[in-house]
């Protein structure tokens, strides 16, 4: 088995990039790709680490598209797999992204604790995340740890929807590549565009809006994922359905497209209660990455 979707303490992941390897090794993969939120900062000592182990590494990255609510593209990512890291292009661009999530972030825990009332600074988060990239699990982890009382019952997937895009909280980015521009940035390094997780989003016509996606250049799409494990479907009767459901319909979907398959656990190290390798991806994949 494979694993193309992995997080590493570079973003919001806790393994550093050579545990990830090592992890790897342990479950007898043959393949695992560094697919970090929004940054390349773990690649070199991925690679570098890689190099030394009898298993095959990949670059990658997960990108942040900018919400597009009447192309229905809310919350989307998109995996570039195979990318070369050095690509000036894409270390401009990434910087640029960086710093537009960054003051994002600061300003959602502005408005959580002006206008709601929650006891968190940006300061706070930003000592949790320590060098890594700032996302919302490091939010929902210092609400958690910081307001026990006002956050008692509520479901993490209750706090992410207070700070996700149409909850209370949430806050725009300035900066931020759509669509096509993602697709681009990825392509002018080298990479394969992946459709990332596409069963967590909420699309009116999927025979639709995968033929909008080929137009905008996506070249692959994730077929297995762990459904079951991550939001919407974690802690919800829809999980078991999700899990059983979506791989089969996006495998149908690929074939009938002619698109890349890929796919992966969406690994973040102890978190989410979810396995290196858990998504079951077929060593078939591989030949379309190296």
Known sequence: MIDLHLHSSASDGSDTPSQLIEH?????????AITDHDTIGGIEEFLSYGELKQIIVIPGIEVSIRHDPLRELIDVHI??????????KLINSINEQIKGRLEQKKAICRRLRDEF???????????????KIIGRPHIVE???????????????????????????????????????????????????????????????????FIKFCIEAGIEGIEVEYTYAKNRPYYETDKADWAQNYF?????????????????????????????M?????????????I
């Open 24 to 32: 790897a090794l342990k479950f007898k993969l043959k393949a695992i």
């Open 79 to 88: 995996i570039g797999l195979n990318i070369d890291y050095s690509s000036t």
């Open 117 to 131: 009332g929650y006891n968190i600074s940006f300061e706070d988060v930003k000592a949790i995340a320590g060098s």
């Open 142 to 208: 210092m609400l958690r740890k910081n307001n026990p009382r006002k956050v008692e019952g509520k479901s993490t997937n209750e706090l992410f929807k207070l700070i996700s895009i149409g909850g209370a909280a949430y806050v725009n980015r300035k900066v931020e590549l759509n669509l096509e521009e993602s697709i681009e940035l990825i392509k002018s390094a080298g990479g394969i565009p992946i459709l990332a997780h596409p069963g967590i989003y909420k699309i009116s016509d999927w025979i639709e």
């Open 247 to 275: 791989p089969d319909y996006f495998r149908k979907i690929a074939n009938d497209f002619n698109l890349i398959k890929s796919g992966g656990s969406d690994y973040h190290g102890g978190k989410k209660h979810i396995m």
């Open 277 to 289: 390798g858990e998504a079951k991806v077929p060593d078939s994949y591989l030949k379309k990455f």
